[in-house]
């Protein structure tokens, strides 16, 4: 459970901080009670895959491997949003600060931190190709539009987020924990799966 509510522009400011961190050393990890960063690094680790996953150069069994990994990431970075709204829906409660009865919000807190999260990461790698000085400056220049639009989704985002935590904790909106419920990963949900083992071969790794 959280011990207080979150402030929203803080958060921002931490997972701002650990995107510039992680750049410079990813083996930086964050606390394995920090909830809200370790949906950030789940976010961080699937950006670089995808890159990966892209490579032109990249062998079939690498993209394979890689596909695989983002599969697993992005598992983890689902169990991270239920997790942070969870433990956030639990803090509301011990305060008495929910209201079941009042209008429900569609997206979750954790839903939009989670969106911040990933504009955190358009906003460091666009500055960085705003300022590419082996790419010609209609490119830079691309990109510095580019990053004022990023910039003001994010702005946007986060006072939505503080506007919604604040109407919760003042019972005049609501949500629920919605679990995502995934199947792909599941070996008795999904058919590739099950019929791989039916058949007594081994699916691959999840």
């Known amino acids: 459970m959280l011990h207080a509510l979150p402030d929203v522009f803080q958060e921002i400011a931490r997972v701002q901080r650990a995107t510039a961190a992680w750049h410079e050393d990813e083996l930086l990890m964050p606390d394995s009670n920090d909830t809200a960063l370790l949906l950030h690094r789940a976010n961080f680790e699937l950006w670089h895959l995808e890159?990966?996953?892209?490579?032109?150069?990249?062998?079939?069994?690498?993209?394979?491997?890689?596909?695989?990994?983002?599969?697993?990431?992005?598992?983890?970075?689902?169990d991270l949003v239920e997790q942070f709204d969870e433990a956030l829906l639990a803090t509301f409660q011990t305060h008495c600060m929910l209201n079941l009865a009042a209008p429900l919000h569609s997206e979750t807190p954790g839903m939009m931190l989670d969106r911040l999260s990933i504009l955190s990461l358009?906003?460091?790698?666009?500055?960085?190709?705003?300022?590419?000085?082996?790419?010609?400056?209609?490119?830079?220049?691309?990109?510095?539009?580019?990053?004022?639009?990023?910039?003001?989704?994010?702005?946007?985002?986060?006072?939505?987020?503080?506007?919604?935590?604040?109407?919760?904790?003042?019972?005049?909106?609501?949500?629920?924990?919605y679990r995502q419920l995934k199947m792909y990963n599941d070996p008795d949900l999904n058919p590739v799966l099950y019929n791989a083992s039916l058949q007594g071969r081994q699916p691959p790794p999840a």
């Open 122 to 177: 358009k906003l460091f790698h666009t500055t960085e190709e705003s300022a590419r000085q082996d790419a010609p400056e209609a490119h830079r220049e691309r990109n510095r539009k580019r990053l004022a639009t990023l910039q003001q989704q994010s702005d946007d985002l986060t006072v939505c987020l503080q506007q919604l935590l604040h109407a919760v904790s003042h019972g005049t909106r609501s949500y629920r924990l």
């Open 51 to 78: 890159d990966r996953a892209r490579d032109p150069h990249a062998t079939d069994s690498a993209i394979a491997a890689t596909k695989r990994s983002i599969d697993r990431v992005n598992q983890w970075r689902n």
